[in-house]
């Protein structure tokens, strides 16, 4: 997909929405990935600069049931935990807010389940909180590295302690 393409593309869906799009509303509407947009003019805003259209700048922000029930359609619809790049195509919002909030996109299913089971939830969303249950023992966090210790080279002379931790 080259730039003219990307941007022709930009100004038919200002066109149809009486506005600039957003990132995730052009990338709904024409198919065209946000990596594409990204590789060609570095951010999406520089895009809709190009096509003399002015960036939303005001942030709508989005209620945590609504994240949560718009997360768990995707794992409802994929039958398994989503990757940041799946929920981006199928999600009808950003995953910063999910990642922002919990500090970590997988915190979001445990978080989920927490979520429903105190907010009554779980009748509804019965096949999503197996799903997490299921993958939960999988996505186990890796442990942080082992502290090393500086090697001792034997064969060379030593110059007194070590003073930084390799």
Not at 28 to 48: E, K, Q
Not at 60 to 78: C, G, I, M, N, S
Not at 85 to 92: D, F, Q, S
Not at 145 to 162: A, I, N, S, W
Request: aromatic fraction near 8%.
């Amino acid at each position: 997909m080259t730039r003219k393409q990307i941007l022709s593309a930009i100004k038919e869906c200002a066109r149809k929405l009486g506005r600039a799009p957003t990132s995730i509303e052009f990338t709904s509407m024409t198919g065209i990935t946000h990596y594409a947009v990204i590789a060609r003019f570095g951010r999406f805003n520089r895009a809709l600069e190009m096509c003399c259209l002015k960036p939303s700048r005001e942030r709508r922000k989005v209620e945590l049931p609504k994240l949560f029930r718009d997360w768990a359609t995707v794992v409802r619809k994929l039958k398994k935990l989503p990757t940041v790049a799946e929920y981006r195509k199928m999600g009808l919002h950003s995953e910063t807010p999910l990642r922002l909030h919990f500090r970590s996109w997988l915190e979001v299913g445990p978080r989920f389940t927490a979520y429903a089971n105190q907010h009554g939830w779980t009748q509804e969303w019965q096949d999503v909180l197996q799903i997490i249950a299921a993958s939960s023992t999988v996505m186990r966090r890796a442990p942080r590295h082992k502290e090393r210790k500086p090697k001792l080279m034997l064969d060379r002379p030593v110059y007194g302690r070590v003073m930084h931790r390799c």
